[in-house]
């Protein structure tokens, strides 16, 4: 029984004893811009299709990490997606002066009950101010584009834009198949 109050003793002092306050005193100089995050578009609906009714992919939002060179994107989809048959298959960075694909996010299933879902990728190797479209792409029975694609640069932010971009459906990595 001794024992017992001396233990509960022992705790309080430690619990009670505070740790010196440590101060950084390193001159701060510019900040780093090492994160660019993007706010999600209001008019996402979670069943997205186009003017013609056919289900789409869009972006949502988009959040930018890391350095010129070598960053990493989280993209935010909404898509109708039923399963195997139809779903966002992947997303891809495109620059858009040439059209040329800079990265794609291979999506290897559906996500149904997970909507809108997000999506990390990277590296993508493109410079701070380097003017890229994010796109989506649905795949299954009607594989197509159509959905809402961003336009900007990591420095300036994105918004969404119409997709004037040549289709890159043949252009590598492809998706090998859906998982479920």
């Avoid at 100089?29 to 090492?34: E, F, G, H, I, K």
């Avoid at 139809?86 to 960075?93: G, I, L």
């Avoid at 993508?124 to 694609?149: L, N, T, W």
Wanted: charge should be negative; include cysteine.
């Amino acid at each position: 029984m001794h024992r017992v109050p001396y233990l509960f003793l022992v705790l309080t002092m430690v619990a009670c004893t505070a740790a010196p306050e440590v101060v950084d005193t390193t001159p701060i100089s510019a900040p780093v811009r090492d994160t660019v995050t993007e706010p999600v578009v209001d008019s996402i609906s979670t069943n997205p299709t186009d003017a013609a009714g056919v289900p789409v992919a869009d972006l949502a939002s988009v959040a930018v990490t890391g350095e010129a060179g070598n960053y990493t994107f989280a993209v935010t989809i909404s898509s109708a997606d039923t399963g195997c048959e139809q779903y966002a298959d992947w997303w891809e960075v495109v620059d858009s002066q040439t059209g040329k694909l800079l990265y794609r996010r291979i999506l290897a299933h559906s996500h149904v009950n997970e909507q809108p879902f997000t999506r990390s990728g990277g590296p993508v190797p493109i410079q701070p101010g380097q003017p890229i479209v994010i796109r989506a792409h649905m795949g299954g029975i009607q594989s197509h584009y159509g959905g809402q694609v961003l336009s900007g640069s990591v420095d300036g932010g994105f918004k969404p834009v119409a997709d004037s971009l040549p289709s890159l459906e043949t252009v590598e990595p492809l998706p090998t198949g859906c998982a479920f």
